[in-house]
């Protein structure tokens, strides 16, 4: 105490005010309290992790905060998560390193360029080897490795959404290395194995045949494309992944290899040259179809009378800058009436399935009031749109959830936007 | 305290079983196998165990063949400090020869306790743990959650059904059959397994005792039959008309 300015100051040994004591011990309440006080050591491991170095830029300007999609439904963001390290968190053994969605809206916005989109799947990978994994992440990560999706189905069962496609599909599982295609069609998981991704996929090769693209898919020998592993810390995993989906884009030589999950679409192109060396022209279905818009809109000739809305995907949006090509597709839907809701682009609110959350509702829900899928619709709602248009597998299901949780069931429908393309095209 | 966990690789229920033109059994051409559930939580309790520091060793056995490294590997991974396969000469045709074939192979390593999977998909009888404890005179306790050890005895937790346990003391070597590990089994990660891969080395054991033929002959192997169906009954009124025509009400 003898060296704080206070030290001047006088101190009774005991002081009454009106008739009640109010000594007390000249403690911390008067004095600031020091950081070292607390154990930083979790503080200190955390930033000597290659990838999260940047955690050590935070001045806590609460920036992030604002805009941080589980803040909205909780307390969390960037600057909580420093503070919390501050006052001896140790992230890795915490809760607290699960409820990010890695959706970016925080790096948008941070004057200091801490990155959470790198800090946090560098920090989950550690988790991942000391054992700290949710049990809902863990079962997840077991299903991929056993079978290549995270649903824990049948491998040998991935192709069997094509059964009610009346013509032939070149499915290339069974091909000689060599067999060419125009596009390669990197089905993905959902529209593989989810029923309602089941019904986009089959929109999907209606519109590609009657576009007369000559594609083929990779049927049973596909796997998830890795990006929600590597998110959740399992690199190892998601190396494995990218060496086996890269030797069949290698092997069935095309000119574009289209993805309809944007988080494929962010894997391939962004994550996958880094393990196999080799850069792909991967698109995301929204970019290929618009950059067809004009022999797509000859063909949707039937009316969509409907009020639309649309939700950004974060992985196309925020961290691969596309926010032109849906709308385009969008704005070409005959007789719709496009709104967009308030936070739009680059300020889209996250649907709360990336970075692991499609897998960790359990754990989420423990610190938050609502799911933002829930958050999210409620939004859609209140734009009077009858129809909320998507583009990522993963938000069909978790907005319908969504749109029953607030009793809007009649009122909002949830399409991926290649069902609407769909839908216009008269049969023929 | 050693532990050896016995790890029985057996068919994957994700994909459709087949019966092969015998008839009298699974076309294995066609199926995919993976590590017994059971047999997972045994794994999980024994390396809780030596994590506790009631343990020293806990060794992984299983059966030599197609996806054997896997399963050994994967298991030094999560914490087991030994792993070795099992050379089997002739074939296992039930789950009794099975089980002498595992205990000749547990006799040769030497352990104190001996745990394995309560049942598997392929044995619903349950067998693996009583016939071991059998061919080496050891106790064998089986449905079996949780397990402490002191010195040479164990506290043995098992469950019965209807929510009733109970708690036993056994003196070690003894065979647990596991139906729950403490807590779920643990995930290894696919670049601990690398790294495992490239710097452990599996053991190898023997097994071959002859026991004769099988004592159990097995005549059809078929899945279950179709039923007709079920009716969708509209009100409480066509219940009563149907239990009527039964003459139960």
């Known amino acids: 105490m003898s060296e704080h300015k206070y030290q001047d100051s006088v101190q009774l040994e005991q002081v009454i005010v009106d008739g009640m004591d109010i000594s007390g011990h000249w403690n911390k309440m008067f004095v600031p309290r020091a950081l070292t006080q607390f154990d930083i050591s979790g503080l200190e491991q955390l930033r000597d992790i290659p990838g999260a170095e940047s955690i050590n830029n935070c001045y806590q300007c609460a920036k992030c905060v604002g805009s941080c999609p589980v803040e909205y439904v909780g307390s969390y963001g960037p600057r909580k998560i420093y503070r919390k390290l501050q006052i001896g968190t140790n992230l890795i053994e915490d809760d607290y390193l699960w409820l990010c969605t890695t959706c970016k809206n925080c790096v948008r916005v941070c004057p200091k360029e801490v990155n959470m989109g790198e800090i946090i799947p560098a920090a989950r990978e550690k988790a991942v080897l000391g054992g700290f994994i949710p049990d809902e992440i863990q079962e997840m990560l077991q299903s991929v490795s056993e079978y290549g999706n995270p649903m824990g189905e049948s491998a040998r069962k991935r192709a069997k959404w094509t059964k009610p496609i009346k013509d032939s599909i070149k499915n290339l599982a069974k091909a000689e290395e060599g067999e060419s295609v125009d596009v390669l069609w990197f089905v993905g998981d959902f529209y593989a194995y989810h029923g309602r991704g089941n019904d986009a996929a089959l929109a999907m090769v209606n519109v590609f045949n009657r576009l007369g693209v000559d594609f083929g898919i990779l049927g049973e020998a596909e796997k998830t494309d890795g990006d929600s592993q590597r998110l959740v810390g399992e690199s190892g995993l998601f190396e494995d992944l990218a060496n086996h989906n890269d030797a069949l884009f290698e092997k069935f030589p095309h000119k574009d290899l289209v993805v309809n999950d944007p988080h494929a679409y962010n894997a391939i192109k962004k994550f996958y040259p880094g393990i196999t060396g080799n850069t792909r022209n991967v698109t995301h279905y929204t970019q290929f179809l618009s950059s067809r818009l004009d022999e797509l809109k000859a063909l949707m000739t039937k009316s969509f009378d409907k009020k639309v809305t649309f939700h950004d995907p974060c992985y196309l949006g925020r961290h691969n800058d596309e926010y032109n090509a849906p709308r385009e597709l969008i704005n070409s839907i005959p007789g719709a009436t496009f709104i967009e809701m308030p936070r739009h682009k680059e300020q889209s609110y996250c649907c709360g399935g990336g970075g692991g959350g499609m897998w960790l509702d359990g754990l989420v829900a423990n610190y938050t009031s609502e799911r933002l899928s829930t958050n999210r619709v409620r939004e859609a709602v209140e734009t009077g749109a009858e129809v909320l248009l998507v583009c990522c597998p993963y938000e069909v299901s978790r907005f319908e959830d969504a749109v029953k949780a607030v009793n809007a069931e009649g009122k909002l429908e949830v399409m991926d936007i290649v069902e609407v393309i769909n839908a216009c095209i008269p049969e023929g | ?249």
């Open chain 2, 1 to 249: 305290m050693k532990i050896l966990v016995l790890l029985r690789q057996v068919p994957d229920l994700v994909e459709d079983l087949e019966v092969d033109d015998s008839g009298k059994a699974l076309d294995v051409s066609e199926i995919k196998f993976k590590l017994n559930e059971y047999d997972e939580h045994a794994l999980e309790e024994a390396i809780l165990l030596k994590e506790r520091g009631e343990a020293d060793e806990v060794v992984a056995l299983t059966q030599e063949g197609e996806g054997s490294e896997k399963v050994l590997y994967t298991a030094l991974a999560k914490g087991a400090t030994l792993a070795k396969s099992i050379a089997i000469s002739g074939e296992a045709s039930d789950s009794a020869q099975f089980a002498k074939l595992m205990a000749e192979a547990a006799k040769a390593e030497g352990g104190d306790m001996i745990m394995v999977g309560v049942q598997s998909v392929d044995d619903r009888d349950g067998q693996l743990a009583p016939i071991v404890a059998a061919s080496l005179d050891m106790p064998c306790i089986s449905a079996v959650t949780g397990v402490k050890v002191s010195g040479n005895t164990a506290s043995i937790f098992k469950e019965y059904s209807g929510g009733i346990m109970a708690e036993f003391e056994a003196d070690l070597p003894a065979v647990i059959g596991i139906q729950a590990a403490e807590q779920p089994p643990r995930y290894a990660p696919v670049s601990k397994i690398k790294q495992i891969q490239d710097s452990a080395e599996i053991g190898s054991l023997s097994a071959s005792s002859s026991n004769g033929a099988s004592s159990i002959e097995v005549l059809a192997l078929a899945p279950p039959p179709k039923g007709e169906g079920a009716k969708m009954l509209d009100s409480g009124k066509d219940l009563l008309d149907v239990l009527k025509d039964l003459g139960v009400a």
